[in-house]
C-alpha cells in the first residue's frame, strides 16, 4: 500500500491527476453540470495515458466533483451537483453574512476528512465482503443484482417508483442491444456493424445528464449574469477550531453517509440529506437554528457526502453493483482499463492501487478545492449562454473521442433528447441508468444459474444468501405496495 | 375558464403522450425480439437471448398501458407550463452542429454552431465570437496537442 501511495508521486501521473481534479472543480461547481457529466466527460481524456494516470484522473474527479457541487450551492444558492442540494441551506444562509469563503474552507475540509475517513472504511470492509462474496453463486448474484436494481429505482424515484421502474426496464432493455455476451447472437443491430457492440455507455449518459440538462436550462433569457457572489476572508485557524468543536458530528456524518452510500442506488444526494437529518435530530435547541446559518447543517451534508462517494464502492468493487450514477461510471472505466470488480479484484492487487488513489486524491482536494474556490466560482458568474453553448460542444467533442465515431454523437443526442422528454413527463433518469447497469448482469446470472442449475429455477431459493436476498426483495415491493395503496387511499 | 381547460387538456395529451412512448418502445423490443435467431449451439436449459427482450419488451407495453389508463380514469395531470420554445430551438441548432460536423470538420462546425447558439441565448455577437473562439482552441489544445486525440476533420478527414 505505502509503495503504491509513493508509486503515484511520478509527475506523468500528479499532472495530469491535477489537472483533471481541477476539471472537476470547474464542473462541479457549474451549475447544470453534475459530477456524472464531469467523470463521463473526462474519460475520454484519460484514454491515452498509463493507466494509473487514467484512473487517477477518474477516481480525482468523481471526489472533487462532489466537493466542488458546494460552490455554486453556498454562493448562489444553486447546488453544482444534486449531492450539495443540503448545502443550500446553511452554508448560503453563512455565505451573505459574509462568510462565504470561510463556509468553503470548512466545507472543503470536512470534505476531506469525510472522504479519508470514508475511505479507511472501504479499506476495511471491502476486502471482508470481498471474501464472502467468493461463496455467492449466480442465483445469488442474481437476486442481489435484482434487489440492488429495485432498491436503487426505490430510492432514486423520489416517491414516483412506477415511472422509475418504466424507466428502469427501458434501461434494462437499451443494455440489450448488441451481441448477446453467452451466445455472440445479435440482438437489435439490424446488420449495422457499429451497433454490434451495443449502445455506447458513456455517451449515453453524458446524453443523459449533461445534454437533456442544457436542453432543459436553455428556456428564457440566457443572458444574465450572477453578480451576488459574496466574499470574505479565509480563516483558517477559526474553521480547524469549527472543525474540533464540530467533530463528533462530521463522524456521526460520515457515518450515516458509508452507511447510505453503500446501498446500491441511495448516492451521494440521499447520504447528504441523511446526515443533515440526523445532525438536526441529535441537536437539542440548535443556535442558530439549522437552516439559519447553522455550522452543523454544514458540516454534516458536506461530511457525508465525500464519505458516501467511497462507501458506493463497496457494492461496486466487490459486487459489480454501482452504488450511484457517478460510481456507475467509474465501472465502466475500470472494465476499460481491464479491472474487473469482484473478488478478483483483492486478488490482483488492483484494489490497493484504487484504494491508493482515493486516498491520495483527499490529500489532493485541498490545493485543488482552495484553487477552485478562489478562481472558478468565476464560472458561474459567466452569461448562462456561454456556459450552456460550451457544455454542448464538450459534450460533442467527449462523445466522439470515444471511438472516433460519429455514430456516438448521435447516440449522445438520442439520448439528451430522451432525456428531456422523460424529465417533462416526471420520468426519474437516475432508475434508466442502473437499469442499464444492471440488466446485463441480471440476464447473465439468471441464465448462468438456469444452465448450472440443469433449467430448474427452485434452486434460485436453495442457498441461505438466496433465501435472505429474495425474501428481502419481496419485503421493498410490499413495502413500497403498500405505500401506493396508503397514499392511493389518502387521496 | 375556457382556457384553462384548454391548458389541462394539453397537460393531459402530454401525460397520455408520455404513456405512448413506453407502448411503443415495448412494442419495438418484442416484435423485434422474434427476429434474435437461437444458436444452434444453444444449451439447452439456456433461455435463449431472446427471452429477455420478451420479458422486457412485455413490462414496459403493461406499464404504458397502466400509465395510460390511469391518466385516463382520474385525469390527474401535472400542469408543466414551461416554454420549450428554447429547448426545441437548441435542439434543432444541436442536431444541424452534429449534422455539418463529420462535413465542415470539428473547427468550422463548432464556430458556426458556438457563435449561433449564444446569441440565440441572448449572448452579444462580439462576445460570442470570442467565446467560441476561446472554447475551440481550448479543445483543440487539451484534444489534439495534450492528448493526441483527433477531432472531425474537414470532409472526414
Known amino acids: ?491 | 375558464m375556457s382556457q384553462i381547460k384548454a391548458l389541462r387538456g394539453r397537460a393531459l395529451s402530454r401525460e397520455l403522450a408520455g404513456a405512448c412512448i413506453w407502448i411503443v418502445l415495448g412494442l419495438y423490443f418484442l416484435i423485434f425480439s422474434y427476429q434474435i435467431r437461437e444458436p444452434l449451439t444453444l444449451n439447452k436449459f439456456d433461455p435463449g437471448p431472446s427471452l429477455l427482450p420478451k420479458i422486457m419488451g412485455v413490462l414496459l407495453i403493461c406499464g404504458g398501458v397502466y400509465a395510460a389508463t390511469k391518466t385516463l380514469a382520474t385525469r390527474d395531470c401535472k400542469r408543466d407550463d414551461r416554454n420549450s420554445r428554447g429547448s426545441r430551438l437548441l435542439a434543432a441548432t444541436v442536431f444541424f452542429y452534429i449534422f455539418l460536423l463529420p462535413v465542415l470538420g470539428f473547427h468550422i462546425a463548432t464556430a458556426i454552431f458556438g457563435v449561433f447558439s449564444m446569441v440565440i441565448m441572448s449572448v452579444g455577437p462580439g462576445k460570442s465570437l470570442i467565446c467560441t473562439l476561446a472554447i475551440i482552441a481550448l479543445i483543440h489544445f487539451v484534444f489534439v496537442n495534450l492528448f493526441a486525440i483527433p477531432l472531425p476533420g474537414f470532409m472526414g478527414s
Open chain 1, 1 to 491: 500500500m505505502i509503495d503504491q501511495l509513493v508509486s503515484l508521486l511520478d509527475a506523468q501521473i500528479l499532472i495530469p491527476w491535477i489537472l483533471a481534479m481541477t476539471f472537476g472543480i470547474f464542473v462541479g461547481s457549474t451549475p447544470g453540470l453534475t459530477a456524472t457529466m464531469a467523470v463521463a466527460l473526462i474519460i475520454p481524456l484519460s484514454y491515452p495515458l498509463e493507466r494509473e494516470a487514467a484512473l487517477a484522473m477518474v477516481i480525482g474527479v468523481s471526489f472533487t466533483a462532489i466537493f466542488a457541487g458546494d460552490i455554486p450551492a453556498t454562493f448562489l444558492r444553486i447546488p453544482g451537483t444534486p449531492a450539495s442540494a443540503a448545502a443550500t441551506l446553511d452554508a448560503h444562509r453563512l455565505a451573505t453574512q459574509g462568510k462565504g469563503k470561510q463556509t468553503l474552507l470548512v466545507n472543503l475540509l470536512c470534505s476531506t476528512l469525510g472522504g479519508i475517513i470514508g475511505v479507511f472504511l472501504l479499506m476495511l470492509i471491502a476486502k471482508q465482503l470481498a471474501e464472502f462474496a467468493l461463496q455467492f453463486s449466480p442465483y445469488d448474484y442474481f437476486w442481489l443484482c435484482l434487489l440492488g436494481l429495485f432498491l436503487g429505482v426505490t430510492v432514486s424515484s423520489g416517491g414516483r417508483t412506477g415511472l422509475g421502474l418504466l424507466a428502469a426496464t427501458v434501461g434494462f432493455a437499451f443494455a440489450l442491444v448488441g451481441v448477446d455476451p453467452l451466445t455472440n447472437q445479435s440482438r437489435f443491430v439490424f446488420n449495422y456493424e457499429e451497433m454490434s457492440q451495443g449502445l455506447n455507455f458513456i455517451p449515453a449518459m453524458i446524453g443523459l445528464f449533461g445534454m437533456s440538462e442544457v436542453l432543459k436550462t436553455a428556456i428564457g433569457d440566457s443572458s444574465r449574469t450572477d453578480k451576488q457572489l459574496t466574499s470574505g476572508p479565509f480563516h483558517l485557524v477559526k474553521s480547524l477550531g469549527l472543525m474540533v468543536r464540530h467533530l463528533p458530528t462530521i463522524v456521526q456524518s460520515v457515518f450515516t453517509g458509508t452507511a447510505i452510500g453503500a446501498l446500491p442506488g441511495a448516492g451521494a444526494d440521499i447520504a447528504a440529506w441523511g446526515a443533515y437529518g440526523v445532525a438536526e435530530k441529535t441537536t437539542s435547541n440548535p443556535t442558530p437554528a439549522f437552516g439559519k446559518g447553522n455550522w452543523k447543517g454544514v458540516i454534516a451534508p458536506t461530511s457525508a457526502n465525500n464519505a458516501a462517494v467511497a462507501a458506493a464502492w463497496i457494492p461496486a468493487l466487490v459486487f459489480g453493483i454501482p452504488g450511484d450514477a457517478v460510481t456507475a461510471i467509474v465501472l465502466g472505466a475500470f472494465i476499460v482499463y481491464d479491472i474487473t470488480p469482484g473478488p478478483a479484484l483483492f486478488e490482483s492487487g488492483n484494489a490497493d492501487l484504487i484504494f491508493s488513489i482515493a486516498l491520495m486524491t483527499q490529500v489532493l482536494l485541498i490545493p485543488a478545492g482552495l484553487i477552485g474556490i478562489s478562481v472558478f466560482s468565476q464560472v458561474a458568474r459567466l452569461p448562462k449562454g456561454v456556459v450552456l453553448t460550451a457544455v454542448v460542444i464538450f459534450s460533442v467533442v467527449g462523445s466522439f473521442a470515444m471511438n472516433s465515431s460519429i455514430v456516438d454523437v448521435w447516440v449522445m443526442f438520442a439520448f439528451g433528447v430522451f432525456g428531456l422528454i422523460l424529465e417533462r413527463q416526471h420520468v426519474p433518469l437516475a432508475p434508466l441508468i442502473l437499469g442499464m447497469i444492471l440488466g446485463p448482469k441480471i440476464e447473465e446470472y439468471l441464465r448462468k444459474g438456469l444452465i448450472i442449475s440443469s433449467g430448474n429455477f427452485t434452486e434460485a431459493f436453495a442457498s441461505g444468501i438466496s433465501i435472505i436476498l429474495s425474501s428481502l426483495l419481496v419485503l421493498i415491493v410490499f413495502a413500497s405496495l403498500l405505500r401506493a395503496f396508503s397514499s392511493y387511499q389518502g387521496k
